[in-house]
C-alpha cells in the first residue's frame, strides 16, 4: 500500500440517478458501477478510496475541505455545480490537494451554458466525453500529481 493519503472521489447533484438519468447521454452505467471501477483503480495503485455523493453544495463543499485534510488529492464529478459554483472553485482553491474535474459527457458539445466551468478554474485538470473510464484515468492522474508532491 502506497504512503499516500486516500483519494477522494467526490460527486455532484443528481449523479445518484446514473443508470436511468438520460441514458442516451450518461449511458447506463450506475454510480455504484462507477464506484466499483473507482475501488479497482485504487486498489490497483495501492491507495486508498473515499467515494461520496451529494445532491447539496454546502455538503459537497466540506468533502472538499475534508479531503483537502485528508486525503492526496481529489478527483470530482461537480456536475450541475461545475457551471455555477463559486463556491466549489473557492473550496478547492483553497485546500492543499490536486483536483482533476471529470465528466461522463462532453459538456461543451451539450448547451452553451454548459461550456462554462468555474471549476476548472482549479482544476489541475480535465476529462470529459469519455463516461465511466474518466474517473478511472481521472483517479490515474491525481495519484501521480500527489507522488510528485509527496517527493
Sequence with gaps: MS???PVFVLNGPNLNL???REPEIYGT???ADIEALCRQTAESLGVGLVFEQTNHE???VELIHTAGAKGSAIVINPAAYTHTSIALLD???GVDAPAIEVHLSQ???REAFRAVSYVSLAAAGTISGLGARGYELGI????????ARAK
Excluded: H, M, N, S
Excluded at 490515474?140 to 507522488?147: E, K, S, Y
Design 140 to 147: 490515474r492522474a491525481a495519484v501521480q500529481l500527489a507522488q
Design 29 to 31: 452505467t450506475t454510480l
Design 107 to 109: 459538456p461543451v458539445a
Design 18 to 20: 446514473l443508470g436511468t
Design 3 to 5: 504512503d499516500l493519503k
Design 58 to 60: 454546502g455538503a459537497l
Design 91 to 93: 473550496a478547492i482553491k
